[in-house]
């Protein structure tokens, strides 16, 4: 039975710690970053069993892996939406073309995070997030309904997270100064 109690509390001890570091590098983050959204940080992270236990480099890794798995699911939405007459195509060409470039970036920018080479890691996630902000405001020049503006947001967010969580990583918050659009 203590046994029991024992095995209980460090599954229950070793959770609550994952979850205060998430809150902890989520607020940090914030701090740093004012367009960042707190609850979308913490919730996203929540959310995936691999955040359990994980330290910060996890957590930017498992961030990391949801910008990849987004880029692909937009340019998937892409693809459906270029064959939908309502859509302003143009604006979608605009969309695709930055989305698919976005893909070599989120891989790059992976890849130099697992060198631990967090500079470059940086201007990847910078070049990353040039996708979303090229994509709305191709549509807003347009005079358009953007069909991706949530999907547009959350990658933002999720590039914003890595970038912050990259920068903790780092030791400094530099990167507040590699996103041009940012304000």
Partial sequence: ???????????????????????????????????????????????????????????????????????TSINSLIAKLSKDPK????????????????IDSVQEAKNAFKSQSYDSALEYLSALLNAPDTCETGFQERKAVSPLKKEDDDMTQLGEISLAFIAQLRGGTEHLFLHPLRS
């Fill in 1 to 71: 039975m203590r046994c029991l109690f024992v095995v209980t509390f460090l599954v229950l001890f070793h959770s609550t710690m994952g979850d205060d570091l998430i809150q902890q590098s989520c607020k940090k983050a914030k701090t740093t970053d004012k367009s960042l959204n707190y609850n979308f940080c913490v919730s996203t992270l929540e959310a995936s069993p691999k955040s359990r236990g994980a330290n910060l480099a996890g957590l930017t890794a498992i961030v990391l892996d949801l910008a990849g798995a987004k880029v």
């Fill in 87 to 102: 859509v302003d195509q143009p604006a979608l060409q605009d969309c695709d073309e930055v989305y698919s470039d976005a």
